[in-house]
Each structure stands twice: as structure tokens, then as C-alpha cells.
């Protein structure tokens, strides 16, 4: 019971962060390319993402000292290299928070602002202010949260498909149009990329076996989360389908979606952004010997500082009011 428990925690932390806000885009996807490419693009990428975070789930397994990527190029090819990667990978991270505190900002502000108002800074603030407070308290925190979140998460999809599933038009998964046979590749590579986390959970889990069973687990169950969000959505709204996926869904079904589509897309963002700060203060903490403390504060402050350094006066729009 308690391996399982131990399993379930770490499956939780893995597949909230795959799982993330490129999940609105896959269904507009498949209303171009057609759902048979877009399912077969998940079949064999799948397997490939697997095998490629397998790879790195070995690397960090087999080096017994804590390190995140920059560590482990340290470790293996020698400080140059491991500067290089540093600035890269921090980089990405920090765009990627940053990118998940404005959505997250916007999927707030939708839901609560009619009720409550406030502006689109404060709901930004509240974002940050929620998982900067899990990320400043570690994976343990993280781990519970997410077990909540993921279970939200799938009330709410279910939701969704049963709400939808008398205006489910088999005739939208027929078609298939090769004009757009490139198109998928992308936003599937990324909805499915976890590699970032693996460290972390191999120090959560301990042994190389449940880390590889997290591994495959956490990706195949990503793909069926990913695959019955496309079926419900395209298969629902069909040609209609909106580039975010929500407000063409709510043309079939009501605005009464909108708002579990808001806290849908909040979410999906949240689990991101916490587990991606914990990554970034480790890089910090683990393979530059950053005190923990100010690690936690640099990774969780430096995409609040990017926001007010006028990059909140580009305001995204989920285009779901």
C-alpha cells in the first residue's frame, strides 16, 4: 500500500507537468490535420518519448550525487559545457513560468472577475503568490497538491466529455487531410516533454524500477488524457473548432462551460508552474550551491520580475469569455 501510495504521488507530480496548457491547442490541431494523423502522431511519439526520457531516467539513476540537467552535463562533459546548458536551460524554464503566470493569470481573472472584478495584475499576483508558496515548501507540499489537482482535473474532464457526448459527431474523426501532415508534430512533441522533472522523481521514488513504471506510466496516460480532450472537444464542435478549444465548445454546448474551462486551464498551468519553479531552484540549489532559501526565492521571483518589467502590459487572452 505504501509503494503505492509512493507510486501515485509520483505519477501525480510527473503527469501535471506534462500535462499542461498545450493541451487547448490539440484539438484545433486535429480539426486541420484529421483525428486518424493526429492519433497515429500520438502512438509513435509516445514510444519515442519514452525511450528518450528512459535514456535520461538512466543517466540520472546511475549518477549517485543530486544534480539537475546543467549537473549531470557538468558531471559528464565538464564545467564549460555545464555553463553553456545552465544559461539555456534556466532561460527556457524561466520563459516557461513566466508564459504559465500569465495564462494562469488570465484563466483567474476570467473566473473570478465577474463576481469579485480586480485586474488582470492582482489575479498574476495570486497566481504567483499560490505556487510560489508550494515551491518555497518543497516537493512534499507539491506532491499533495498535485494528487488534488490531477483528481480535479479528471472530475472536470469527465465533465466535459459527458456533457458533450449527445453532440459527438463520429462523422468529425473520419477525415484526414495530409496538406497538414507536418502540423501536428510540434505542439504533440510538446504536450508530451516531461524530461525536466526526472531527477526529481527518481529522488522521490528511490528505485530505478517504479522510476521507469512512473516514467511510461505518467506519458502513456498523458496520450489518453490528451486523445479523450481532442475526441471531446472535436468531436463535439467539429470544423467549429477554436484555436483554444473552449470557445468553440461552448458554441455547442453553452457559456455555462466557460467557466469549468477556466478552471480547467488554471490547472493545467498551476501544476506546471509549480513543478517546473521546484526544477529551477534545484538547478540552483543542487548544481550551483545556491543556499536552498535563495534558490527558492530567485526561481520563484525572477518570472515576477520579468511580468513587471512591462511585460504585463501584454496581456493574453484565452478568448473564452
Given at each position: ?34 483525428f ?42 565538464g ?31 476570467g ?13 498574476v ?12 515548501r ?28 449527445p453532440h459527438?459527431d ?43 513504471n ?7 496516460l ?40 477556466f ?6 498551468t ?9 526544477t529551477a ?15 527558492g ?5 525572477l ?19
Amino acid at each position: 500500500m505504501k509503494q503505492f501510495f509512493l507510486f501515485s504521488k509520483a505519477l501525480a507530480v510527473f503527469a501535471g507537468t506534462i500535462v499542461g496548457v498545450g493541451i487547448f491547442g490539440l484539438p484545433y490541431v486535429a480539426s486541420k490535420a484529421g483525428f486518424p494523423l493526429v492519433a497515429g502522431y500520438f502512438i509513435v511519439m509516445t514510444v519515442l518519448v519514452v525511450a528518450v526520457h528512459l535514456m535520461f531516467a538512466k543517466v540520472s539513476y546511475g549518477t549517485p550525487a543530486l544534480h539537475r540537467l546543467p549537473g549531470y552535463i557538468g558531471e559528464y562533459l565538464g564545467e564549460g559545457w555545464k555553463k553553456l546548458v545552465f544559461f539555456t536551460f534556466i532561460f527556457g524554464l524561466m520563459g516557461a513560468l513566466l508564459a504559465y503566470l500569465l495564462v494562469g493569470g488570465e484563466f483567474l481573472r476570467g473566473y473570478f472577475s465577474t463576481s469579485f472584478g480586480g485586474s488582470y495584475t492582482a489575479y498574476v499576483l495570486l497566481f504567483w503568490a499560490l505556487g510560489s508558496f508550494l515551491i518555497l515548501r518543497g516537493v512534499g507540499s507539491i506532491a499533495r497538491a498535485e494528487m488534488i489537482l490531477q483528481i480535479i482535473f479528471l472530475i472536470l474532464l469527465a465533465l466535459f466529455f459527458f456533457r458533450a457526448l449527445p453532440h459527438i459527431d463520429v462523422n468529425n474523426f473520419s477525415f484526414t487531410n495530409f496538406k497538414y501532415a507536418a502540423f501536428p508534430y510540434g505542439i504533440i512533441l510538446f504536450s508530451l516533454w516531461g524530461s525536466a522533472l526526472i531527477p526529481e522523481i527518481k529522488e522521490m521514488v528511490g528505485s530505478w524500477r517504479m522510476l521507469r513504471n512512473v516514467i511510461v506510466a505518467g506519458i502513456t496516460l498523458s496520450t489518453i488524457l490528451y486523445l479523450w480532450f481532442i475526441v471531446t472537444i472535436f468531436g463535439t464542435s467539429g470544423v467549429e473548432t477554436s484555436k483554444e478549444a473552449i470557445s468553440g465548445f461552448a458554441g455547442v454546448l453553452g457559456d455555462g462551460v466557460v467557466r469549468l474551462g477556466f478552471i480547467f486551464g488554471f490547472i493545467t498551468t498551476f501544476t506546471s508552474f509549480i513543478t517546473l519553479g521546484l526544477t529551477a531552484k534545484k538547478v540552483l540549489w543542487y548544481d550551483f550551491n545556491v543556499n536552498r532559501h535563495i534558490a527558492g526565492v530567485i526561481a520563484t521571483g525572477l518570472p515576477l520580475l520579468l511580468f513587471f518589467f512591462g511585460l504585463e502590459s501584454k496581456t493574453p487572452s484565452t478568448s473564452v469569455k
